[in-house]
């Protein structure tokens, strides 16, 4: 018997979709497979969002099908959003929304994304990061085949944004889910990504991200500056730190943890 | 003594049990920033009113009507993007209202106490009137109980309700009536133009002192409940309109809320 390729997770194939008379999306074609981070970028209004809309069965295409596989189930983090602060949600309520999980079920989800501690606090104290990772959390709950996460660097510092990237990559390891990520900034995303989709209403170029950083029609769209400001991300940090601000050091056997005295750094 | 009377008793009973249900419900129109809604969807009362005394019926019934063909009217017409959902409310809210107003000024020979009805009159409710309030009441609270989870996660993010296969629309729409049906049995208690005050003073009160949304919505009712009997209270002693003077409770217990020597009373279960 041949190995044959499991059938894809989401497959898009000529995907048109118009609000009024703009044309926001046409000729969209992509498949998302178990177990790959697929990246969408593009400049700001290129219609991301709006394909993710798609994906996620929340509105109507034009022309053009969105195939998902029998069941699959969604663990989708949508762009940073504030919650009405009249509203007391802390954040052990916010994950047994729509449905009850025990507080078990719960603390486990939140350790997993490193943020156990934020249990009990109310969701409009949340830091950029943590608030991304709560809500991962609560993606996780599902048990997601495939994790949607649309611009999860918005308000997350940058020493965190490589740590979040870390951590998704991770969990795609130890769960095996699909993931599809949205970001308008490939060099931060290009380290945990397996294949990059470029996009401007319609697909510009796509492969992994060494190859389409170097494509003229990624270049054309983010101009030579996006190629050569990769290489700031590859320089190292002495020190980093961890979610609550405490400095890691980085020596060679690992991160230890330096208490600052309050004062941070 | 006036304190025995049953007229009193019964209006004590009306209000309270008005207070119960805007209460819970009126946290849900804070937390979505539905104020306008409110007062918009009550000013259609007029129609009702209209509508009531045109079709012979008791105008709670025509209010109620005309509250929910101007929710469903809304919700049909959101689906185009041109106006902005609080123009188009206006439009509709004030459109029926000014109907209503004309219609009642072309009926003959009846003369219409419109003051009762911008103020209420809840000293001057039946017994018919308190069951109405009680058995809507209960329907509208029961419903509120058994819809919490999911109108909270549309209240949270409508967009990621809806990937995780919620109903927003029906939600929405369930708790569009919900409210239509509290603004006809409030009505009579404080009148229109303050039905959204016993909506979102008692639950703007109780956020200072709830750490969880059931908590909120609990101690709003109190919250509600308290200003009721109380407003009642100065308005029997000092012969004021009734519904004025609970609103008036109901603001003077939403300013001492605010105190900043009552911040420790925060009922919290934090660690």
Redesign the interface.
């Known amino acids: 018997m041949t190995r044959q390729e499991p059938p894809p997770l989401v497959s898009v194939k000529g995907l048109r979709v118009s ?2 008379d703009r044309r926001v999306l046409d000729g969209i074609d992509l498949d998302i497979r178990s177990g790959e981070i697929v990246t969408l970028i593009g400049p700001n209004g290129a219609g991301k969002t709006t394909l993710v ?1 798609a994906i ?3 509105l109507k295409p034009e022309a053009g099908t969105v195939l998902r596989k029998p069941n699959l189930t ?1 663990g ?1 983090v ?1 762009q940073r ?1 504030a ?2 602060p ?5 954040v052990s ?2 994950l ?5 999980r025990g507080r078990a079920e719960s603390e486990q989800a939140l350790s997993e994304v490193g943020a156990a501690y934020t249990i ?1 606090k ?1 969701i409009q104290g949340l830091s950029g990061g943590e608030f991304q990772r709560v809500m991962l959390a609560r993606a996780l709950l ?1 048990r997601p085949d495939l994790l949607v996460l649309d611009e999860p660097l918005q308000g997350v510092d940058v020493s965190g944004q490589a740590a979040l990237f870390e951590l998704v990559g991770r969990l795609r390891r130890l769960h095996g889910f699909g993931v599809l990520l949205v970001s308008h900034d490939l060099h931060l995303v290009m380290r945990a990504t397996d294949r990059v989709i470029c996009m401007n209403h319609h697909v510009c170029c796509h492969g992994t991200p060494h190859d389409v950083t170097r494509h003229p029609e990624y270049l054309r769209l983010f101009g030579p500056e996006a190629a050569r400001s990769l290489a700031v991300y590859t320089h190292m940090h002495d020190h980093d730190h961890d979610l609550r601000g405490e400095v890691v050091t980085l020596h060679e056997d690992g991160p230890t943890t330096r208490r600052a005295g309050g004062g941070g750094s | 003594m006036i304190w025995e009377a049953e007229f009193v008793w019964r209006a004590m009973m009306a209000g309270v049990g008005v207070a119960l249900v805007t209460g819970p419900l009126g946290c849900f129109v804070v937390w979505r920033r539905m104020a306008y809604f409110g007062n918009s969807l009550a000013h259609t009362a007029f129609l009702g009113i209209a509508l009531g005394i045109l079709l012979g019926i008791d105008p709670m019934f025509g209010i109620a009507a005309a509250a929910i063909a101007v929710a469903l009217l809304l919700v049909m017409m959101q689906r185009q993007t041109q106006l902005a959902d609080d123009t188009l409310l206006g439009i509709l809210a004030h459109g029926g209202m000014a109907l209503g107003l004309v219609t009642l000024g072309f009926m003959e020979g009846i003369r219409v106490d419109l003051l009762s009805y911008l103020f209420g009159d809840v000293l001057a409710v039946r017994w018919s009137d308190v069951w109405w309030i009680y058995g809507a009441g209960s329907v509208a609270l029961l419903a509120l109980i058994l819809l919490w989870r999911s109108l909270l996660m549309v209240t949270v993010h409508p967009e990621l309700a809806a990937a995780e296969g919620a109903p927003v629309l029906a939600i929405r729409l369930a708790f569009m009536l919900m409210i239509a049906v509290t603004i006809a049995i409030a009505m009579k208690i404080v009148g229109i133009l303050l039905i959204t005050s016993m909506l979102i003073i008692p639950a703007a009160a109780a956020r200072r002192f709830s750490s969880t949304p059931e908590r909120m919505a609990m101690a709003a009712a109190a919250i509600g409940v308290v200003a009721v009997v109380s407003g009642m209270a100065g308005s029997i002693t000092w012969d004021t309109p009734a519904g004025p003077s609970i609103v008036v409770a109901a603001t003077a217990l939403f300013a001492i809320s605010r105190l900043p020597a009552l911040s420790g009373f925060a009922i919290r279960r934090e660690t």
């Open positions: 609000f009024e809309r996620l069965g929340l969604f989708y949508p959003f919650v009405d009249t509203l007391p949600l802390t309520r916010l047994s929304l729509p449905r009850k009990d109310p599902r």
